[in-house]
């Protein structure tokens, strides 16, 4: 690899004398281009692997690719690593293989086919089969690759229903396993890995380890470096990226291949607009500052396919305190829509397609609590009876009434037969005072972030929309549509593992690729 | 225009000597490449204006842009033309002004400023207000334009509820005009105007005399011809298209624009699964055969922005006869959904998000019927008293019990707090024996079709994810996203009004681009 950039090459694209199409030709956002590869007469620098970001999958991708011997180079837009991964808690959801090292210490075992089948069930219509099978079967070693890089995971296992776990535990469960249907079609296990000790902070704990990692391993990392454009040729393979720095527009060859790892498109409001505008509407957008989906386009100007592109993860975390889940969410009619006890993406899924998005918590004095995590609630309704909530709601007269006294009915036998709620969560709610908490997203604008993206084979090499791959050309993390492709089926975990797992085997498959064809 | 093809240069690419990329070099479908312009010697065919598609759109644009003065080439990949249009009922959904000639010819007035509302208010945080503008304020122009093609509307209003007219009428309510919430935003005023005497043949009707205009107007028609690429140069500029006819394919030029109106994409499996896969799981498709996206994706390919990819029309059409909108649809938990005096299409999408999509409809003696066009439906549950139907179908003890006695109460005072649905079509569902009535999507199969397209101005410019025009390309109907952006708001008469207004403009809009620059 060429580690030094010949300065007097570095003023930019017109002191190339080529012909290559000015960026703004069209009037284009520069990122879209593509820049002919027959038009470029020399390069500022020469790779095996170009790696673009360097959140939790480009870290990964660059990791692996040097592991199998490429030479590496990675561009990170901002002034520093670590995109939105850094700002997790970084747990990742792994399992199969018996369990991983961490479920089998702590006397978990989860097979492959009860992994496999609770992704396929989470995502239905949505799972793409191939690359749910190739996760179930690779994650439990993903963990060992995680845990050799240095990350401790503490062998304690967290019992309680919470968001993440502040104890320092490693092992938690974070998604709907418990709860119906999944729990009748797979044995629940707990699959959230999370950094030891790290709570909310587990980005920066795995995050800071990985880009050490990587920068040891030699990769060329260069931030404040934006990818601007591809370069392709007339027979679609890639072979470089234009990257702007500072003033400078570098073109980059690439002998084996770009991985693109740009995030999602959360922060790109014409986007959004045009892709999840009901979503957009109320949400909080949750990501970084440059998840503005240029990496998708990117792609899509490359010939790739933008698949999904209407699917957000929307959260609402009515729990922690836990004793909320036995209350029961209801729309402005007064009636059900969840099992309580789901996972908050879910929660999310299901209050987004209630008619108006008007959604309330209703709970007695035994069981009210302040939700730790959403932080705008307010009672619209109290009283010593359901009426009066009621009433003082404005919901329509009877409707409430109806809804908890069948519920009631119910929960006194430990049954829930409209919405399965666990027993363990069933209680007749019959203790006055009562409440009708508000929880309308337009109040509590709840965080959301893009699930769609960029259709790859389970390698991550970008494919067109008849399924060709584009050669030259991978991408990964919410850049690509991924395993969890619906907020119904999400969660906590299943972004950073897939980020980082898929990462992997993109840089790896990338790093191949040039021998393979050699 | 060359009007005569030298036969000797129809033998095909290779033919041409050009270093044109095969179609096929990157194992790509044909249809989504993109030729340089730069790498064409020479054309078969010269026009100001190539019209991909010969539906409704795309004869709507043919017309307009020979009436402009423009020389006009249409390609149509069948052996002839009338695309999705001529299988339906044609109506469109049309109004402002004051009201259309038919409108007010039968005593209805309409402003603007109430259709523009109601569009609105139907598409909310989906809709495209420039578009939507433009629509409200031409579209009883568009009236007038059809009339004017010898297309006989009867002054006639149909004032039942019924999916079309079959009364020979040509004016009647097709939307959710009277239904809540949009009774109360805006005044209901019927738009659905349909060819007189043609009951669901309107899509004959019209397009036959459509075409012949198209015809009589000069346009070159080639049928048996598919469009499989765009001829584009360096700056973006479209050029033209390479159409495949038999065995040979042909470079054709458009001097001024070429617009795409090739349908949309429901015929599309690998399409369909990563854009609609949850209503793919369910649906009857709904289209023609060659409704397989190709315009999409060759507009994408060319830089455009395809928008709203996940939304589809969905239909469960449980009227014709009226009586059946006394009826209650309920989910497999007993509750309510929706108003069911609410548009097919409404019922549809609410529908198609209850979890397991298990629905079905409660109904007394005094209203039953069986449904004219859900010929598929079955009675679950029979019996004198609603606890017997409850057990009969299965559903959880209490739970339609619960919701018929609320919907009872509130009925025999003529109101529905819940969903308002209209006065008119509540009474107490108190007159046994009942029926449950299964309306259980992969059941009853609804028809679907896609409402994702390329993002277009209301000129029918395509444009790129930043919106801006890509010189040279149009695109209408179901190629582009129209004005009807989600099955919520949709109304029949929406397609066929947007596909013809809107290809109209394209079609203008494209033969006076060559004027203005030229």
Redesign the interface.
Known sequence: MDESIDDSHRRGLLSHGLSV?PAN?????PM?RIY?FEEVSRFDLSTDVLVAGFGGAGASAALEARRAGAEVVVLERASDGGGSTMMSACEMYLGGSGGTRLQRDLGFSDSTRNFFDYLMACF???ADEARVRVFAEGAAEHFDWAEGLGVKYKRGFFPGRDVVALTGDSLQYTGNEKAYPFSERCTPVPRGHLPADSGHKGGVTLMTTLMKRVEEAGADIRCDARMVGLIQD???RVHGGVVRIGEDELFIEALRGVVLCMGGFIMNE??TR??I??V??FCTRHGNPYDL?DGI?MG??A?G???????AFISIAHYPPESLTFGIFVND????FVNEDAYLARIGH?AS?Q?GGRIFMFIDDAHFARPRYVLNTEIVGTGDTVTEVEREAGL????LQ??V??YN??AAHGSD???HKAPQWLTPLDQPPYALVSYELDKIVPAAFTLGGL?TLPTGEVV?????A?PGLYAAGRTA?GIPRTSKGYASGMSVADATFFGRLAGKSAANRGRETA
Do not use: C
């Open positions: 199409i030709a069209l009037g284009l956002d879209n002919p239905g219509h949505h007339a027979d679609g014409a986007m045009r892709h505008p009901h957009e509407s989906g386009l899509v100007a010939g396919h933008a698949i999904h592109m209407g699917e009619k007064g009636q059900r299901y397609v008619p329509p007269d009877g409707a109806s809804t006294a069948l009915e119910h037969p409209l919405f259709d067109t929309p008849d399924q060709k584009i549509a």
